[in-house]
């Protein structure tokens, strides 16, 4: 399990329910680079490339553009 990809120990949300939103939207996000096989790379890779690629990121997100 990969606990560390968004650095969450260094986040300062500590107001009202941001904490648990933020938290409910990083496991979203890990789960779908985890499901995402159609390349060999890992959670940090994947992260990078979604962001300099969006075609890999729509990819990841399942949606057709």
């Known amino acids: ?10 986040s300062r949300k500590r107001a009202g329910n ?11 996000a890990l789960n779908l680079l985890k499901n995402e096989s159609s390349k060999k790379l890992s959670m940090k890779s994947k992260r990078l490339e979604a962001g300099w690629n969006e075609d890999y990121l729509l990819k990841i997100l399942n949606l057709k553009v």
């Open 18 to 28: 941001a904490a648990q939103n933020y938290s409910i939207l990083l496991k979203i």
């Open 1 to 10: 399990m990969v606990r560390f990809a968004f650095s969450e120990d260094a």
